[in-house]
């Protein structure tokens, strides 16, 4: 089954003119990569975030969504440094296996595993929720890391737009599902902490929950940008449902810069030529990509604190339309639906 998305990629209501293609298509990649530029610029410009030393975190447990390689792998490997049991969910257990054998090498520690996950497929989702329940465990951390970029147009298993369903739906799905075992897992000297990796890119995304039934132009750089807004935008809804229940548990975005890892391997051909040459340049490391995800995952200075988007290991603002508590409402509400997840809130 296709589901129409409500919030697919369809920006700009109306026909399949050049003119719309040009604002539907084209558009979307000159603000993504100017947006990209000026992060680049900034990084470039600006003190790197570096991690203050962090203190042991033993007997803590932490799920890593696409941890097997980039920014993921880096924040797997931390967080298994500072003592924790980490849970690498990802799709591809060669590199899932491959990933914990080697952070188990570095680390010493042996309490590192993998655990299928397709995000692109809620049964999967489902399926590995289940497996980690089985092992009854605390859930103190989850990291909403996976994601996919301008991939070509395609669908998850369940019939949504790639970006929107892997990126976005998905973790919508498994943070849910968990979020009784991090409920139970908090306290209050330790909430258990919910950690998304959106993107500078959220800057140029939207939704658009009304024009239902016209057809679209797809753009891959949209369709992005909207699923890491969209991602802000759940953090923020999701902040709000845990303080409004006490629950000891927080969430927080974060923005890991313009990062050297194969999230590009699907940009236009002379633009990854240009990022291989000049990548490891003047773009951050992987292991410097994941300092604000581990940092917002167990510093105590954000111990309590929820409902922040964090770039460079500090508290920043995210675009305004992510603040539009109608809107976070509404995408919730819609998720929900879309998820086939019936929760009270
Ligand atoms: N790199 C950057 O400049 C940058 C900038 C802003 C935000 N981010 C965000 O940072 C996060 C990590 O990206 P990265 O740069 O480290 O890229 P990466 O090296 O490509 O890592 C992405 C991870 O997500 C996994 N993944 C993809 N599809 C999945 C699925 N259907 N189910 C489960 N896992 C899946 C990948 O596994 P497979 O490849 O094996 O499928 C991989 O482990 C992403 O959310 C990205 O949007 C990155
Ligand atoms: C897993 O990743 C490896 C390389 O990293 C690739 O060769 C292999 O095809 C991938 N497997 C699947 C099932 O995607
Ligand atoms: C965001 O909102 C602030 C205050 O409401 C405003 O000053 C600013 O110009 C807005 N930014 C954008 C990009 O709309």
Redesign the pocket.
């Known amino acids: 089954m296709i589901y129409h998305l409500p919030s697919s990629i369809r920006f700009i209501p109306g026909y399949n003119t050049a003119g719309m293609w040009l604002l539907s298509v084209i558009l979307p990649v000159l603000r993504n990569y100017y947006i990209a530029m000026e992060v680049i610029l900034k990084q470039l410009l600006g003190r790197s975030f570096l991690l203050p030393v962090l203190s042991r975190q033993d007997g803590k447990v932490a799920i890593v969504?696409?941890?097997?390689?980039?920014?993921?792998?880096h924040t797997a490997k931390h967080l298994a440094k500072l003592g924790m049991h980490v849970i690498i969910?990802?799709?591809?257990e060669t590199?899932g296996n491959e990933a914990v054998r080697k952070i188990q090498q570095d680390t010493l520690n042996k309490k590192v595993e993998f655990l299928f996950?397709?995000?692109?497929?809620m049964k999967s989702i489902r399926n590995c929720v289940q497996n980690f329940k089985a092992k009854n465990l605390d859930l103190h951390v989850l990291v909403n890391?996976?994601?996919?970029?301008v991939v070509p147009e395609q669908r998850t298993e369940d019939g949504f737009e790639q970006h929107f369903g892997?990126?976005y739906l998905?973790h919508f799905l498994l943070t849910n599902l968990l979020l009784d075992t991090l409920r139970k897992s908090g306290t209050n000297d330790f909430n258990a902490r919910v950690v998304t990796?959106?993107?500078?890119?959220h800057f140029t995304g939207n939704l658009n929950f009304d024009d239902l039934q016209s057809r679209h132009c797809y753009s891959a750089h949209g369709a992005?940008a909207q699923s890491?807004l969209a991602l802000v935008l759940f953090t923020y809804y999701l902040q709000h449902l845990l303080t409004e229940d006490g629950s000891h548990v927080t969430a927080n975005a974060v923005?890991?810069?313009?990062?050297?890892?194969?999230?590009?391997?699907h940009v236009w051909y002379p633009i990854r030529f240009v990022k291989w040459i000049t990548g490891s340049l003047l773009?951050?490391g992987?292991e410097e990509?994941a300092a604000t995800s581990i940092y917002t995952s167990v510093s105590p200075d954000l111990e309590g604190i929820g409902g922040c988007y964090l770039y460079n290991g500090e508290r920043t603002k995210s675009a305004n339309l992510s603040y539009n508590e109608e809107l976070q409402k509404k995408l919730w509400t819609e998720s929900c639906k879309m998820a086939a997840l019936f929760v009270s809130s």
């Open positions: 969504t696409g941890g097997g390689k980039g920014i993921g792998y969910a990802g799709n591809n590199d996950c397709d995000l692109a497929s890391n996976a994601g996919v970029m892997v990126n998905g990796v959106s993107s500078a890119t992005y890491k923005d890991p810069g313009v990062v050297n890892t194969d999230l590009y391997k773009l951050k992987a990509g």
